[in-house]
């Protein structure tokens, strides 16, 4: 099956601790992107790469951090420093950065 | 990236064919106009892209009027598994180089 797919689906953590939320596609699509959703409103641009070993940051990269060392693979690291992490956590891929965006199915973050 | 104004909210009944209008004033010239549907907990599914007049596909149509400072997205006859929010997006070609900018969307619920 081709797809994007985030892993996992719903993760815990105690407040202080750094964690890293996975997204793999094997579409061979160049661009990827991470979005983060609070309930009940749009979505927010973090991070985003045109292509493998670039990345940049989006409105709210602050607190965050990534990297794109494989093309097919766009990991999302949210670090101690960001100030309220529990969120709905979307990951993206287009076969270009103009292309139509296709989302993964997410990872629901709680930190407490 | 020009600004979106949709519905926040809209209710309909099975069967009927719903209209949801977005109004992007600043729209640019390179700009293409792209609809989401989203249901809860999921990512943000493709609906539908135009750049003027009328798109229709296997789920929706919509509709370009010729100054393109609004669009309307239709969709004919629903059904409860429509319940969602629809995103309507406006960016350079067709999706935007940076990335999707995402407002609050319009929240549709389909009673029986």
């Known amino acids: 099956d081709g797809g994007i797919t985030q892993s996992p689906k719903y993760l815990f953590r105690k407040e202080g601790q750094n964690v890293t939320l996975s997204c793999e596609q094997n579409l061979n699509h160049d661009a990827m992107y991470w979005y983060r959703q609070d309930p009940g409103q749009g979505l927010r641009l973090i991070y985003y790469s045109q292509i493998v070993n670039d990345f940049q940051k989006g409105d709210i990269a602050e607190g965050y951090s990534v990297s794109r060392e494989k093309k097919e693979s766009f990991p999302l690291t949210v670090t101690s420093a960001q100030k309220n992490p529990t969120a709905f956590y979307l990951c993206?891929?287009?076969?270009?950065?103009?292309?139509?965006?296709?989302f993964g199915p997410g990872t629901r973050l709680t930190v407490t | 990236l020009a600004k979106t104004t949709q519905p926040i909210s809209m209710d309909s009944y099975e069967g009927q064919e719903v209209n949801i209008t977005c109004s992007h004033n600043?729209?640019?010239?390179?700009?293409?106009i792209t609809w989401y549907q989203q249901f809860p907990s999921q990512g943000p599914r493709f609906i539908i892209q135009?750049?003027?007049t009328k798109v229709t596909n296997e789920v929706a149509s919509l509709f370009i009027p010729a100054d393109r400072k609004s669009s309307t997205l239709s969709l004919p006859r629903v059904s409860l598994s429509d319940t969602a929010v629809y995103y309507c997006l406006v960016g350079d070609r067709p999706a935007g180089r940076r990335a999707l900018t995402f407002g609050s969307g319009t929240r549709l619920q389909v009673q029986p």
């Open positions: 135009g750049y003027k």
């Open positions: 600043n729209i640019a010239t390179n700009d293409y």
């Open positions: 993206a891929s287009s076969i270009d950065p103009a292309g139509t965006q296709y």
